[in-house]
């Protein structure tokens, strides 16, 4: 990309898009089946693990992550929304980010997560 330039999602190719960041680059993540079932509808949350590649080798981890609250992007200014007033009072739900990390003394280049049979 040219200098200056920004990348950004086009968001009608998404049913859901959130972000966030750790101290350290991740290659890779995986997601942690949990036993609360089926579920439909929103806000979801879901368990997640990733696996840092720092510069400094001690400084990497394995971080085990809950987002939760998780909702549908809004409606941008341009879309017409019928409705608006019930979006308004649910405007202050933010989504939720718990993370949990165990040090790890060199890079994760992979994680993956295999089930146990209890």
Sequence with gaps: IAPGEELT??????EMLHTFRTRASCLSFDILKDRLGARSGYPVTAYLV????AQQGKKNSLIVLKASNL????????????DEEEDEEEGGDKEVLKTAEIYHAGAVNRVRICPHVT
């Design 50 to 53: 990733a696996g840092t590649q």
């Design 71 to 82: 909702n549908p992007p809004k409606p941008t200014e341009d879309e017409e929304n019928s």
């Design 9 to 14: 999602p086009d968001m009608s190719a998404y």
